[in-house]
């Protein structure tokens, strides 16, 4: 049996790929861009030919290689090995992706979630440390979450444990979401949702950002500017922060007390904020924790950064491996 695995992380603009070794090693990493064009039908070739093109200019041995995990955007049938409806990706229609995979390389072929696929990353390398009870919360342009529990990865019945960005917690002055609901998470707590309280802080106020760089933006600011402004001072950018650390404290809050993790882990984009985030954000989150729950977790921010979707994949096919053993 070989020691090596082939992790793919799919994403609307690229598609990254590593070979890691059983202990976790990074032997090698590429990537190419994401073709979405034609309904993204040439996506899955352009990743097999990737592969092969690879391994074969590196001189790397397929028969060394267990087999290939993937973290994807969409519906992830997990046991047939599909996705429909990756709208980034331009995927309307069923994808097989462990058909096309497994005739390619004749090697088991696993898939999940995207976020769930980082949550693995963080879990096996990274702030996890290998906790058989944690969550992982990824904040970016949305909310994503990934629920590890007793050892294993929480999926529900329709694959869609985890959609922290989807808890309302907002009714009276509720933002629209994308998924058709008002008052989500990931309306107040992602790097859109934080600018969305920005825009609602000037409207609603008499008071204005006085940073200088904040003031140049005029109503095109990002989430980092918000951030760096409170950062520096600000105070109107500080009252921002503290608002979307209110939100996203209560909401981890609920998910930690349903299902007492050892670590939360945050990471994505706005987890870039550093220990600024993790000062605002522990206060809001441990007020509303049960007792027991507060005495045994621990906030942490992500370690591995754009690693942990590529890890994640590979660490993913050592868990359907043990899982099988299991079984």
């Known amino acids: 049996m070989g020691d090596q695995l082939i992790g793919i992380d799919l994403g609307g603009t690229s598609c990254k790929f590593a070979l890691v070794t059983v202990d976790g090693q990074i032997l090698h990493q590429w990537a190419i861009p994401t073709r979405i064009e034609d309904k993204g039908q040439h996506i899955v070739s352009d990743m097999i030919q990737s592969i092969k093109e690879e391994f074969s200019r590196k001189n790397f041995d397929l028969g060394k290689v267990i087999g290939i995990g993937m973290g994807s955007p969409g519906q992830i049938d997990r046991k047939n090995r599909t ?3 990756a709208y980034n990706l331009n995927w309307q229609e069923l994808q097989l992706l462990g058909q096309q995979f497994e005739e390619a390389f004749h090697l088991p072929f696993f898939m999940d979630n995207d976020a769930n696929v980082a949550a693995l990353g963080e879990r096996w390398l990274g702030a996890g440390n290998q906790s058989d009870n944690m969550i992982f919360v990824t904040l970016g342009t949305g909310v994503g ?25 907002e009714r009276d002055k509720a933002f629209a979401c994308t998924c058709g609901k008002k008052g989500c998470l990931e309306t107040v707590a992602s790097a859109t949702g934080i600018v969305n309280l920005a825009k609602r802080a000037l409207q609603e106020t008499s008071a204005s950002f006085a940073d200088p760089h904040l003031l140049a933006c005029g109503n095109d600011f990002t989430a980092k500017d918000i951030f760096d402004a409170a950062k520096s001072g600000d105070r109107l950018a500080e009252e921002v922060i503290d608002e979307f650390a209110d939100y996203l404290g209560l909401a981890l809050s609920h998910l930690a007390n349903t299902l007492n993790p050892e670590i939360v882990v945050i990471g994505g984009g706005v987890s870039k904020a550093g220990n600024y985030l993790l000062e605002k954000l522990k206060p809001a989150y441990e007020k509303n924790l049960f007792p027991q729950v507060l005495e045994s977790s621990t906030l942490k921010l992500a370690q591995l950064g754009n690693d942990a979707g590529v890890i994640g994949a590979a660490a993913l096919v050592l868990t359907e491996f043990v899982q099988k053993e299991a079984e």
Not at 147 to 156: C, K, N
């Open 145 to 169: 979450s990934g629920l590890v529990t007793d050892g294993h990865l929480l999926h529900g019945v329709r694959g869609s444990a985890g959609e922290a960005g989807h808890i309302t917690v």
């Open 83 to 85: 996705v429909i409806g």
